[in-house]
């Protein structure tokens, strides 16, 4: 955290961030880019996955709720589908995903959840975990 360099924490982060997404999308990510976007990169692999997702104080599959929560908060579906699969990945089951849907329905709205069961659904269907 806060004791490491910018090099080990962009090390840290990048492991995280690959163990998390997967090489795959990290590969996709890094191979798109450009002069234009790698300040970008290196800004959220530092500090969302070197500072943020390697604290200690929360575990993984926690973190993983609290963004699927504002990602449908802020109508991101494409990283809210992105985070279903990285919640797979962090321990989170299908039913799990199902509760974290309907606790934001009561704070994010019905309409959002209604979406949200929608674009959950394409994914755990799609990696047959449902």
């Known amino acids: 955290m806060t004791d490491m360099t910018d090099s080990e924490r962009k090390a840290a982060g990048m492991a995280v961030r690959r163990t998390v997404l997967g090489d795959a999308h990290v590969d996709r990510a890094e191979a798109t880019k450009t002069e234009f976007t790698a300040d ?68 994010c709205g019905v309409p959002v959840a209604n979406h949200a069961f929608k674009e959950a659904a394409e994914v755990i269907d799609g990696l047959g975990k449902g």
């Open 40 to 107: 970008f990169q290196d800004l959220i692999t530092r500090y969302a996955w070197g500072d943020i997702w390697t604290r200690p104080g929360l575990d993984r599959k926690t973190r993983s709720a609290m963004v699927l929560t504002a990602m449908m908060a802020l109508g991101h579906w494409e990283e809210f589908r992105m985070h279903v699969r990285a919640g797979l990945t962090n321990g989170l089951t299908a039913d799990d995903i199902k509760e974290v849907i309907l606790q934001a329905a009561i704070y």
